[in-house]
């Protein structure tokens, strides 16, 4: 069933009774050529891009619970591409470009609003990092503006220029970048995998994987035992539990990062403002909510849940750098479960079994990079080699020294 | 969270600086290059039962070892890391 | 025509209160909520809804109104979406209805319920997809101005809020009959209690409802145990506070609205105070909220809960109707029959779905029809004008009523239960949700247990409050609860809603109806959590409180599953909206974080300095004279004057931690890549550690006092990772290390005195037995000295300029009579201040590496200082350092640059590119880190990081700066720019 406005309008005048399931409530076959375990954005997009791209048809997407009920659906909705080093920007970009034509793509209204995301600088040496960052993202053909104070200042008139304790110097905007109606995006993949003969499968957990001589025969789970060639993991969050079941261990630790939204309010931010001198960045949705969110609460955690200590921090940013907010009112908080990765940046990967793929390690960045994830994962589990916009998310990078560490802060998951 | 620290008492957790993984131990100098790596970069992550290193930053300055729960914050234990073997 | 009744309720009569609704004048008295008043004054539309503009009316008398949301004050005090039912009314109070145009009674979206077909659940999902330009430029515009509810002032938030924090033994939250109960076995057993009450009046139900407690009204058994708690020490009693959120071992978050009922807040008082509550034990006593029954057009204004009428007529003598029907699938409504009769209101009918409480309800309903049926639809326009009853005999009866009271039930109030994540039980006989997996710190009493009478309510708080002081060791004094009469509470819970026409709604707020719950379950969405976000069911401001419970009934029914196997809702922190000013306290504008100062900084502002941030330091930047206006010329005069004459700076912000011990050189190092056996006493060097993944983590100097005494400093910006990585060090790896250290930055002055005339300035400062010779005192020697007056401080010989140049220590209270001194001595040498930016100029000029090198990602062979890695000893980083990949000439390595034509400006965080290849990143070379004037060369210099850099010396690249559309021809050179031998700081 196609969506447009003409069928939804045939559709209302008959009462709305002729609309099908967006995706067929699937039960376990007993083997696929591939598993991807993990219903969130980044397994669907995985599952779809190998049916489209790569032409599976016999692929099943394991959900432990319901589909996009993890990070996809606990998430500040931001996408963009702003990226300083060279073996994340061309990914990042790679997925902006999947953003802007998602929608078509996969017939799904994701509601993709490219309003631009301001990065604001406070001093010199910010200053100085945001301009090799925009320069180095213009060199590969990204969209990258400098703007100074005035600038700012003609834009966001509400922020606090003349008060503040960092007074705002200009920042990094990147006008393609803006954010994604969030659960959208897993119901959008869902539906146009589906579409292709993708199983999804819901409420069917991984508790084991199967392997032979070295190699991944498939999985068990608790609907029963699932055989594949190959399997891919995408459950960031978990992804270190569920690669210890396959006796892998990570360069990850997971922890907490709440999310905040207010009351409905009519239009009063037009993009997405970043403050970097107080770990805060807020857009508002299209409803109205300003949806806004800061550092990580610090502490591995599976409980999906913070601690007030980061929600007034957080909410002190916000006070900071546009004191209008204080009679906003926080309406609802959320936690979703980050693998934070060793260098801040994730994992797209083989791994020591044969036919195991990982796809891990996103950080607090992972919604931006759902389609472009998606696809490079889909491309490695299709073609066995490394997508060249992803070539540099190896895991052996570690090893040899080579991180991909943004903010420079070292092996230090909570950091970064 | 509130943290007992055995030197101040209970505290909240926002005095203090999370490391990460209590387990890890630092090889000696003559160990294999795959060790240091994985001393470095390679974590249990358990959802559970954690012994994960505490700093009291803004208090004794004590290391400390959280014996912590991840799936529901729930603290068994605190103890000095000096002592820990 | 008022509705407001002759003589009772809780209201001051005395006190008549202006205040205006849109525009128009009203009054009311001193006790009403503006939603009581506009009701008294015979306002019945007071807002419409966020998808269809539906006209709404007042549908509770709680926090958890959906409908009745107004913008209250107005210009920078503008609260949007504040709900009428909780604004205490005070005099000259302004409110507007919001989300309408171009009026209330007008509203020209409400032609959006003519398309409702068309704008079902996740109708967007399906459209607005062509072309796909049209998102941002026209379809989004026209719905982002359509949605949202009020409208937020963009003028600075003008009132203040603080913050408290509070400890008890027994935090009890809320103070109806169980919360009292339980305060009051609390404080007469001496344990410390804070009883939170979200209301500004403390009784809970008692307020609202006719109940006898004892030998009098309840309301005044509520008086005198109030007074008892508050005369009892250890109590603290907290009106106008709601507990909103739980939180990790018993710590709780309460917002105190202090000053929300009056204008504005006095001088100098809060608008709210945020407490972080840390409790032993607590008791939750919020009560239960009543489930609204769903049928046709079931939002019209004048479809009311019970409860709330029955609050509307006691608590603030308002009658909300004249003619009224009772619906309700339970006895305990029935009390509102009593209190419309009571009011003088008629008794139009009892409409019933329970064939079984016919004949208990024939006795409440006296002389008015009863009928056992179910309300298939209300009638009316823009307010109710009747109801269609079908009867359980399928006969349809028309009533005429301007007044709807509907009661399904009770819902516990158990949202701080949930907030850690435990999903609350369906207990499927007595049809509620009822705390599950408590952890044993958190107790409920009361209604908000499903404990729905009065008498129980009593007996379970004494109860609970008894357990939870018994677990803490105190023994409980006994309490007797007064005698509470009888009440019918019988309930079969009335799930199915009628079909028929008119919309049937489940969230009130977001629009969201049987027909939405149906159409998700249809298209596969009727899992809760995807229903909720399928349909937006229960994401308004009263998340969900009054939908939560219809919204699974109703997915129930669609999936033949019961209610608890549909699924719980997952409730999250706040229980009710919390302004973001009261979560961020005092933490804003100059006051967002401490700002830190440098001991010289009264003597800096004196001489003109312009300050900058630097990190939590305020730091002189540079010092203008008159007649500089640009930054420029007084940071060239600046470092002149040192490289010609002296210079002073504050470099009290470097981080600075005081060794002592007999393994503190064993400690240093491991701390450090380079080696320190040979540093004798007297003697400071340079220093460069790593992190253990091999990269550079920080710079600076130890000095070496005394052969078991150790002084280093780190750079200002990683003072304090540095110093909490050296306790790690220490207490972690190496805790057999006999070695003490702390941090001594706020202890020490330290000003840098430099150029050639520096030893001159400093002996006239010095005790005339401090040898500053060379030979006496040479580069990088370091000790104690004496000043002139005796004070003792310490001298060390370094140099980041490149000259001549010490860094005199004293304790930091004598820092600004010290920098005094140097100023004033130095005055015939031409002893000039100079701020950071003169500083960066000249170690840009010696190539000295800083924050903009120092980047964290950098290792020690890129910046040119690999030879300093010491192949003797283990340290930290050491192994992983030798990888090869932080030496890899494909990387980027520290390079001095200069532009080819003079007179062209350099610009930091420009690209190299080679001259002839095109503009694109596989051409990318490296980048420019830090950019400089240098006086002493009369053009731009900067450092940068290039590929392979170190054998590219003389070669010429194009610096790119797209951002700024500047190109500029540099010539890649050694990163020293001046004497490169290092003769003038060692002269």
Known sequence: MRYSAFRLFTEALRGNRGWQPAWRDAAPRRAYDAVIVGGGGHGLATAYYLAKVHGLRDIAVLEKGWIGGGNIGRNTTIIRSNYLLPGNTPFYEWSLKLWEGLEQDINYNAMVSQRGVLNLHHNDAQRDANVRRGNAMRLQGVDAELLDAQDVRRMLPFLDFDNARFPIRGGLLQPRGGTVRHDAVAWGYARAADRLGVDIIQNCEVTGFRIQGGAVTGVETTRGPIAARKVGLACAGNSSRVAALAGLKLPIESHVLQAFVTEGLKPLIPGVITFGAGHFYISQSDKGGLVFGGDIDGYNSYAQRGNLATVEDVCEGGMALMPMIGRARLLRSWGGIMDMSMDGSPIIDHTPVEGLYLNAGWCYGGFKATPGSGWCFAHLMARDEHHPVATAYRLDRFAAGRVIDEKGQGPHPNRH | ?85 | MSARLPSGGLIDRTRTLRFSFDGRRHEGFAGDTLAAALLADGVRLVGRSFKYHRPRGVLTAGPEEPNALVELRSGARREPNTRATVVELYDGLEAQSQNRWPSLRFDLLALNGLFSPLLGAGFYYKTFMWPSAFWEKVYEPLIRRAAGLGSLSTAPDPDHYEKATAFCDLLVVGSGPAGLMAALVAARSGARVILAEQDCLFGGRCLSERIVLGDGSAHRWVQSVVAELAATPGVRLLPRTTVVGTYDHGAYTAVERVNDHVAAPPPFEPRQRLWRIVAKRAVLAAGALERPLVFGDNDLPGVMLASAVSTYINRYAVRPGERAVLYADNDHAWATVADLRAAGAEIVAIVDPRPDARARAAVVARDAPLLTGVVRRALGGRSLQGVEVVGADGHVHRLDCDLLAMSGGWAPTLHLTSHLGAKPRWDAERSMFLPEQLPPWLLVAGAAGGELTTAAALSTGIRIAEGSLQSLGIAPRGVTPPVAGEEADAWTPLWRAPSGRGKRFIDFQNDVTTADLELAHREGFGASEHAKRYTTLGMATDQGKTSALNGLATLAAFTGKSIGEVGTTTYRPPYTPVAIGALAGHHRGPDFRPTRLTPSHEWAREQGAVFIESGAWLRAQYFPRAGETDWLPPVIREVQAVRSTVGLCDVSTLGKIELKGPDALRFIERLYANGWQTLAVGRARYGVMLREDGRVMDDGTVARLGEQHWFMTTTTANAVAVYQHMQHCHQVLWPELDVQFTSVTEQWAQFAVAGPRSRELLRRILASGEDLSNDAFPYMAAQAVTLTDGLRGRLFRLSFSGELAYEIAVPARHGDAVIRRLAAAGEDLGVVPYGIEALGVMRIEKGHVAGNELTGRTSAQQLGLGRMLSTQKDYIGARLARLPALDDPADTQLVGVRPVDVKTRLMSGAHFLPLAAPTTFEHEQGYVTSVAYSPSLGHWIALGLLKNGRHRHGERLRAVDLLRSQETEVEICEPVFIDPQGARLRG
């Open chain 2, 1 to 85: 969270m509130r943290i007992h620290c055995p030197h101040c008492g209970p505290r909240g957790h926002d005095e203090f600086v999370h490391h990460g993984d209590a387990a890890p131990r630092r090889p000696q100098a003559d160990a294999p290059d795959a060790a240091f790596h994985d001393y470095v970069y390679l974590r249990d992550n358990p959802a559970g039962p954690y012994r994960e290193l505490w700093f009291h930053a803004a208090g004794c300055h004590s290391w400390l070892v959280v014996e912590r729960d991840t799936r529901t914050h729930e603290i068994r234990s605190v103890t000095f890391a000096r002592g820990d073997a």
